[in-house]
């Protein structure tokens, strides 16, 4: 839970990106404040995906400042972009394993890259990701090939948990899932968020997801944020792109869903 004196975790001002003459974001601002869960959605084009690899710093705005942990992204040299990212992990829409490797290497391979640790310490703490996320010792010895959809969501969770980061980025986690693996995994994240006392920033179009997982949610339209808040109080934002996803009949159903009890 966040209090008033903290500082923005990532703070985003005058973010501005164009493509020649194709402008993506215009004086856009945006803080991720510590410990919450801050969804970005937005319509085709509104540069959600954009916005997500720019505070990663693969790819650089026109102009503006995107500072994480305090540090601006695009202003550091090499040895403290590199302990920057030490300090997150990354979930990607279809969890970009590598092929080659077994479920155990590929999330032993940020350990290997980034720390200089014994070979047994690194199988060791690989094995205890893979166990968070429910993923056995057998299925560690696993090619990506042989894994369902919802185990190499899990093994990627795994491997962007690898660093012990403080934040974790997702990109459309529960894309592709069907729906009692999809809420099987946001309770996982749920659970993860909490244990791990992680700050997560997450691109998702899915409604139950958003609103069972978001602290926050900012919306992308017009070449910036134009609202920022929780869940509720955004469907009292008057603006077509919100009354159009959010009120629509998938929204609906969403909210519906959301505030009827489990059955235990």
């Avoid at 992308?220 to 996803?245: D, G, Q, Y």
Wanted: charged share 25%; with cysteine.
């Amino acid at each position: 839970m966040t209090t008033a004196d903290q500082q923005p975790l990532i703070r985003i001002r005058q973010l501005w990106t164009q493509f020649d003459s194709f402008v993506v974001h215009q004086n856009l601002d945006l803080d991720v404040m510590p410990g919450e869960i801050m969804s970005l959605v937005g319509g085709s084009g509104s540069g959600k995906t954009t916005l997500l690899r720019q505070i990663l710093g693969l790819e650089r705005p026109t102009r503006g400042t995107v500072k994480v942990f305090g540090e601006n992204i695009h202003s550091g040299d090499g040895e403290s972009q590199r302990r920057l990212r030490t300090r997150w992990g990354m979930l990607f829409q279809q969890g970009a394993l590598f092929s080659a490797l077994t479920t155990l290497d590929n999330v032993a391979q940020p350990m290997r890259e980034l720390r200089n640790l014994p070979e047994d310490l690194i199988r060791d703490a690989a094995l205890f990701k893979l166990s968070l996320v429910g993923i056995t010792p057998r299925d560690a010895m696993k090619m990506p090939a042989d894994l369902s959809g919802g185990m190499i969501k899990r093994v990627a969770l795994a491997r962007a948990l690898a660093l012990e980061p403080e934040l974790l980025f997702l990109d459309e986690p529960t894309a592709g899932l069907d729906p009692q693996r999809s809420d099987e995994f946001v309770e996982l994240i749920r659970t993860l968020h909490q244990q791990m006392r992680l700050t997560v920033v997450m691109v998702t179009h899915d409604l139950d997801t958003l609103y069972a997982l978001s602290t926050r949610i900012a919306v992308l339209a017009e070449k910036h944020v134009i609202a920022c808040a929780p869940p509720r109080e955004i469907l009292s934002v008057h603006h077509p792109f919100i009354e159009e996803f959010f009120l629509g009949e998938r929204g609906k159903r969403a909210l519906t869903e959301l505030d009827t009890p489990k059955q235990v």
